[in-house]
């Protein structure tokens, strides 16, 4: 009777920028994971090639498109919390945050 091999715990860490590959990739966080026995895939985003340059096992993220209404709905949220912010704490500082509204016509 064939014995079952275990298997591991998978842990999938998602690099959206290069501040996350920083953080994770450029530390032991990978050595220290395996040591503990997980089976860590990185889900890469940056232009970086993890596998060539490290030799870590990536599935590269081909879009990332999320919509066109997306960034208008982000900035919009941004500046009315800063608005609610600036009232809140009657302090004028949060309106240094305020940049202006981005615009892709010619």
């Not at 990739?25 to 040591?35: D, I, P, Q, S």
């Not at 999320?66 to 949060?94: D, I, Q």
Request: a positive charge; hydrophobic letters at 35%.
């Amino acid at each position: 009777m064939e014995q079952k091999k275990a298997l591991k715990p998978k842990v999938f860490v998602v690099f959206l920028n290069s501040f996350g590959l920083r953080n994770s990739a450029c530390t032991r966080f990978k050595e220290l994971g395996e040591e503990q026995g997980f089976d860590i895939t990185y889900w890469n985003n940056t232009v970086f090639n993890l596998e060539q340059e490290l030799g870590y096992p990536e599935m590269k993220i081909a879009s990332t498109f999320t919509g066109l209404k997306k960034p208008v709905l982000n900035h919009t949220r941004k500046r009315v919390e800063l608005a609610l912010s600036r009232k809140r704490r009657n302090n004028p500082f949060y309106a240094t945050y305020i940049f202006p509204l981005p615009c892709n016509s010619p």
